[in-house]
Antibody, heavy 116, light 109 residues
Framework: DVQLAQSGEEVKKPGEPLKISCKGSGDSFSKFWIAWARQMPGKGLEWMGIIYPGDSDTRYSPSFQGQVTISVDKSISTAYLQWSSLKASDTAMYYC?????????WGQGTLVTVSS | QSVLTQPPSVSGAPGQRVTIPCTGSSSNLGAGYDVHWYQQLPGKAPKLLIQSNTKRPSGVPDRFSGSKSGTSASLAITGLQADDEAEYHCQSYDGSLSVVFGGGTRLTV
């Protein structure tokens, strides 16, 4: 069975860097795009970008281009989402999900809180 | 502002039927891209509920159904139950590999 396990909750200060992870199980990790989505408190889902673990091809939503970096280490079936300098407005739940016919498997989410 | 438009909330009594619309444009739903629906229970990650407009993944009750026509899509839930209370999200594409979501609809039973 496919599982996506995300790293744990993070509490950071504005200006700090952060990298969160999404580890996949099963042999198929490299064969499907992995998407990242943001959900701010009380709001809907926002697509941030996707990455293909097979060749690291990455696409970003225009809203997040230049704001975050998506990467992958296919040798350990793990995708990453990182910030070089967090802002308070980055406070949100972040989800990874496998893109198949729709987003068919989701991680449990990583809550990121940015506060001084 | 989400690319796909959903009402913020809908409600229905137990046993009733409700529908949740999702409206797009000629660059996404109207371009022939499929719509997918997700159910997000309180405090949980979203779960795929309807894929490719009308298909239910294994384990999803047939009380849930989807439809799509032109630039609009709809999720229908019949025989409403208390544990259907959740946020429902529609999702499609706006160009190849450009994912778009609706703003989400909170269902109150």
């Amino acid at each position: 069975d496919v599982q996506l396990a995300q790293s744990g909750e993070e509490v950071k200060k504005p200006g700090e860097p952060l990298k969160i992870s999404c580890k996949g199980s099963g042999d198929s990790f490299s064969k499907f795009w992995i998407a990242w989505a943001r959900q701010m408190p009380g709001k809907g889902l926002e697509w941030m970008g996707i990455i293909y673990p097979g060749d690291s091809d990455t696409r970003y939503s225009p809203s997040f281009q230049g704001q975050v970096t998506i990467s992958v280490d296919k040798s350990i079936s793990t995708a990453y989402l990182q910030w070089s300098s967090l802002k308070a407005s980055d406070t949100a739940m972040y989800y990874c999900a496998r893109l198949n016919t729709g987003l068919d498997y989701w991680g449990q989410g990583t809550l990121v809180t940015v506060s001084s | 502002q989400s690319v796909l438009t959903q009402p913020p909330s809908v409600s229905g009594a137990p046993g009733q039927r409700v529908t949740i619309p999702c409206t797009g444009s000629s660059s996404n739903l109207g371009a022939g891209y499929d719509v997918h629906w997700y159910q997000q229970l309180p405090g949980k990650a979203p779960k795929l509920l309807i894929q490719s407009n009308t298909k239910r993944p294994s384990g999803v009750p047939d009380r849930f159904s989807g439809s799509k026509s032109g630039t609009s899509a709809s999720l229908a839930i019949t025989g409403l139950q208390a544990d259907d209370e959740a946020e429902y999200h529609c999702q499609s594409y706006d160009g190849s590999l450009s994912v778009v979501f609706g703003g989400g609809t909170r269902l109150t039973v």
